[in-house]
């Protein structure tokens, strides 16, 4: 056997020595039950509204007020919109709400922040919030422009936002504790549905499987006892869960049970508050922080409790990205022992603290997953003609959904972010199909409709007929032309 060969099985045995002792990389372990800090806002505030789009979330307007023993320092109603993305965790500044305010709902419909209701402004005195709103303005991330809606009825603040069958309910508030204000998205038109039964105030509510818990409290009962209130769309009826005990200015929200166990978390906004940097201390009030992060289970109608949120702070945001929870911003409020009880002070963080839920990382096996791909409705354009050549766009989906996209005779899918209109389109029939994808990769689509555009063209001169005569003319030049050169030749 030659050198060679001898020195190439060597190498080829090395080789395979190596590939059978390496190990596998594996994904970094994921700790469950447990908060971690991210990248902080730019802008400190609380009262604001939060919400998740494509999984980016956006911290939109809120209150920079400091209070200072209870008497107003500085800042104000903000306009601030910035933009979080969890994968680069990183903040960018998008376009300002127009009605500045803080202490509005927020809701996602169509891939679009609708943000209603709230606070306009401060007293110059106190800092207290006054002027309640009924502004409904809505902000588009794909197009980073607002629109203003149709505004709510009732003018309220501290009310709660919820998407289900396709409708937006806007519960409590501070004008009336049981409104439940209804307004619909696709024809931008407001409704009253049944109001929550014995709420003397609410916390917060969150949706799991299009029925909306809410946490209210209620009459009879001192501190913060509350219950759990089932509101169902389908019947406009009420029904109770399991009395929880809940800290006041709680902040509500749910998980999927894509990535986590389909749970509610109610996040108090009380614990025991943070020591001042003089050493002078603070007083508790009133909150447990053992119980500063409650996990409700809808379906066994039961309560545990999670790790506590590891900053002490009220009025601060809650998104939901992938099935991890991140607590934004919010007002940390101290009262100084030696002052008492009646006098406190505010300041505004800018804190981004994700919590991920035990069980994270397996979907829920208590829940089947969902099968059904979604349904979606076209309700323009309708199978008939127009006699113009742009048409509206606009459809309705049953569910949350991560991509939405269109088909014209056939040919490939233009992705879209919500209704939009068609332009440009030529004379004659056309076809078009809808298709959408939910969060578990089923995709759908609508039927087809088949429309005509029939847009007469303006009035011109007489082409055709000007040709004609050209034409006339020409062979007549040409027969004279025949007979003078025939005469010459002659």
Known sequence: ??????????????????????????????????????????????????????????????????????????????DVNEEYNPATDTWNTRAPMPTPRAYFATAVYQNKVYCIGGFSGFSNVSGATVNATCVNEVYDPATDTWTTMSPMPIATAK??????????????GNTNHALNQVYDPENDS???????PDANFLFGSAVVD?????????????????????YDPATSNWSSGTIGCHDF???????????????????????????????TGSQPYGGNPEKSNQIYDPKNDSWTLGAGKPSDRKDFGVAVVDDKL?????????YPITFGWGLYDDTPTTANEPYTPAGYGTPDQSYLPETAPPKIRILSPLNQTYNETSVSLTFTVDKTINWTGYSMEGKDNMTITGNTTLIALA??????????????????????????????????????????VSVGVAVAVVAGLLVYFKKRKR
């Not at 800090?37 to 980016?56: D, E, F, I, W, Y």
């Open 249 to 279: 200015s709680s902040i509500v929200t749910a998980t999927t049970g894509i990535m986590a166990p389909k749970r509610i978390y109610v996040l108090s906004g009380w614990a025991t508050m943070a020591t001042y940097s003089d050493g």
């Open 1 to 78: 056997m030659g050198k060679g060969l001898v020195l190439v099985l060597v190498l080829v045995f090395l080789t395979a020595s190596c590939v059978m002792v390496a190990e596998p990389v594996s994904a970094a372990t994921v700790l469950e039950d447990s908060w971690a800090s991210k990248a902080p806002m730019h802008q400190a505030r609380g009262g604001l509204g939060v919400a998740t789009v494509n999984g980016k979330i956006y911290a939109i307007g809120g209150s920079a007020v400091q209070t200072k023993e209870t008497c107003y320092v500085s800042g104000g109603i903000v």
């Open 159 to 172: 009310l709660q936002a919820n998407v289900a069958d396709s409708k937006i309910y806007l519960l409590g």
């Open 210 to 230: 299009n029925k909306i818990y809410t946490l209210v409290g209620f009459s009879g009962k001192i501190g913060f006892n509350s219950r759990i209130e089932i």
């Open 190 to 196: 407001w409704t009253n549905e049944t109001p929550i």
């Open 427 to 468: 004379n004659g029939l056309h076809n078009i199909t809808i298709y959408a994808k939910d969060a578990f990769g089923k995709v759908g689509a609508s039927e087809t409709i088949t429309f005509t555009i029939t847009k007469l063209e303006s009035e011109t001169f007489p082409i055709t007929p000007v040709v004609a």
């Open 326 to 334: 991140y607590v934004i911003g919010g007002i940390v409020e101290r």
